[in-house]
C-alpha cells in the first residue's frame, strides 16, 4: 500500500488520456541542486589539481631517473668542444 509521507512533493489531479490519476510532483529546487552540483564539481576539481602536478612531477623524475647516463668523459669532451 502506498502512503503520502510529509517528505513527498504536492500532488496533483491530472488527465493522461486514460483517466484522471494523482501525480505526485516533485519538491526538489532545481536552482539549488545545480549549484550544489557545481560546487561539488569544483571541490573535485580542487582535490584533482595536486594529484596531476604530482604525477607531473613524478614522471619527470621517473624520466630522468630511466634516461641512459652521458658517457664517463662528457664533461671532458664537453669542454674540449666549447674551446
Known amino acids: ?19 484522471l490519476t494523482w501525480l505526485e510532483l516533485s519538491n526538489v529546487d532545481r536552482a539549488e541542486e545545480t549549484v ?16 596531476q602536478s604530482a604525477d607531473g612531477m613524478l ?12 658517457p664517463r668523459n662528457w664533461q671532458t669532451a664537453h669542454r674540449r668542444n666549447v674551446t
Open 1 to 19: 500500500m502506498i502512503q503520502k509521507n510529509e517528505a513527498a512533493g504536492p500532488t496533483s489531479l491530472s488527465d493522461r488520456g486514460y483517466g
Open 36 to 51: 550544489n552540483r557545481i560546487v561539488a564539481q569544483r571541490g573535485c576539481e580542487a582535490t584533482l589539481q595536486p594529484l
Open 59 to 70: 614522471d619527470c623524475i621517473l624520466n630522468i631517473a630511466m634516461s641512459p647516463a652521458p
